[in-house]
């Protein structure tokens, strides 16, 4: 059973530029949730989607968006990038959002903004 | 609001020896509690949960925690630690677990060094 696939895994970009990540769940999950990690911040939640519909957004400014697609792949969206949005991004999903379930996640695509 | 709290940023161990992470929580209402371990350039693997039931859990990799409601802990120990549990530890905490969400609100993270 393949696990959460995050792409890409590594990319660079420059102030301003805007950036597109993407990540397939676990075939048959329905619930995708993207975290941000930075060595000051640590975990930091992103936004949460269950059937194309977003459940749940973090405090993000409103540059981080996402979308969820009918076969449940999801990508985030970063505008206008800052320095500060390097970071890795990490994709989670499991079978649904009840709460009780084990979030399964993926290597996470490591942003680097020069 | 739902937090988790890990005091020390490391914990060092020598192989065979027992090793204890330490996590506190802070919640409304019953705690949905994780543990995830991460190595290097890698995502997070999760360890064990506990939702409710029996208060010692037994996860992945020889792993448990205990559930202290008094004390309100939940820390990970295991009997025997070996160099390749050397990793990145997060305690982490369902967000209201009272409507559906996959929300974790995670804590600072416990870096473990096992020496040989």
């Known amino acids: 059973k393949a696990g959460v696939t995050q792409t890409p895994r590594y990319l660079i970009k420059t102030r301003g530029q805007q950036v597109t990540l993407s990540c397939s769940p676990i075939s048959g999950h329905r619930s995708v949730s993207w975290y941000q990690q930075t060595p000051g911040q640590g975990l930091q939640f992103l936004f949460e989607?269950?059937?194309?519909?977003?459940?749940n957004k973090g405090n993000f400014p409103g540059r981080f968006s996402g979308r969820q697609f009918s076969n449940s792949r999801s990508e985030m969206n970063v505008s206008t990038l800052e320095l500060g949005d390097s970071a890795l991004y990490l994709c989670?999903?499991?079978?649904?959002?009840?709460?009780?379930?084990?979030?399964?996640f993926g290597a996470g695509s490591r942003l680097t903004v020069l | 609001a739902q937090s988790v709290a890990q005091p020390e940023d490391q914990v060092n161990v020598a192989e065979g020896n027992p090793l204890t992470v330490k996590c506190t929580y802070s919640v409304s209402g019953n705690p949905y509690l994780f543990w995830y371990v991460q190595y290097p350039n890698r995502g997070l693997q999760f360890l064990l949960k506990y939702i409710t039931g029996d208060n010692l859990v037994k996860g992945s990799y020889g792993f448990e925690a205990e559930f202290n409601k008094s004390q309100t802990s939940f820390h990970l120990k295991k009997p025997s630690a070996l160099v390749s549990d050397s990793a990145l530890y997060f305690c982490a905490v369902r967000d209201i677990p009272a409507y559906n969400t996959d929300k974790l609100i995670f804590g600072t993270g416990t870096r473990l060094q096992v020496f040989p």
């Open positions: 989670a999903s499991s079978l649904e959002s009840t709460g009780a379930n084990v979030l399964t």
């Open positions: 989607y269950f059937s194309e519909t977003q459940r």
